[in-house]
């Protein structure tokens, strides 16, 4: 089973910076494409990034030019950079793998993901 752990999260202020780390536990994390959603309280996951077996990376339009997600297979480890960080930013981050060999655009969808972290919680004061 993939067990996926995030870390990384806590309290910033307005325009401050976080990285997000996920490290799975699987052996080929290299076949996995990986993602990162989000969930406020009383709305629904959403996506955030996603990067594909082959580094290709897509971002929700929220996020561009603030976030980049990246991945090293050597570490099993899956990264999110945030910068210029907003309120609206404030959710528990999930990090997300999925082993389907899916285009890039189908990534940004919840439900072509199995495997799950637990989530940590991202707090910007404003």
């Known amino acids: 089973q993939v067990q996926l752990v995030e870390s990384g999260g806590g309290l910033v202020q307005a325009g401050g910076s976080l990285r997000l780390s996920c490290a799975a536990s699987v052996r080929t994390f290299g076949s996995y494409a990986m993602g990162w959603f989000r969930q406020a309280p009383g709305k629904e996951r959403e996506f955030v990034a996603a990067?594909?077996?082959?580094?290709?990376?897509t971002y929700a339009d929220s996020v561009k030019g603030r976030f980049t997600i990246s991945r090293d297979n050597a570490k099993n480890t899956e990264y999110l950079q945030m910068n210029s960080l907003e309120p609206e930013d404030t959710a528990v981050y999930y990090c997300?793998?999925?082993?389907?060999?899916?285009?890039?655009?189908?990534?940004?969808?919840?439900?072509?993901?199995?495997?799950w972290g637990q989530g940590t919680q991202v707090t910007v004061s404003s």
């Open positions: 997300a793998a999925s082993s389907s060999r899916l285009p890039i655009g189908v990534l940004v969808r919840v439900g072509h993901y199995a495997y």
């Open positions: 990067i594909s077996r082959g580094d290709a990376a």
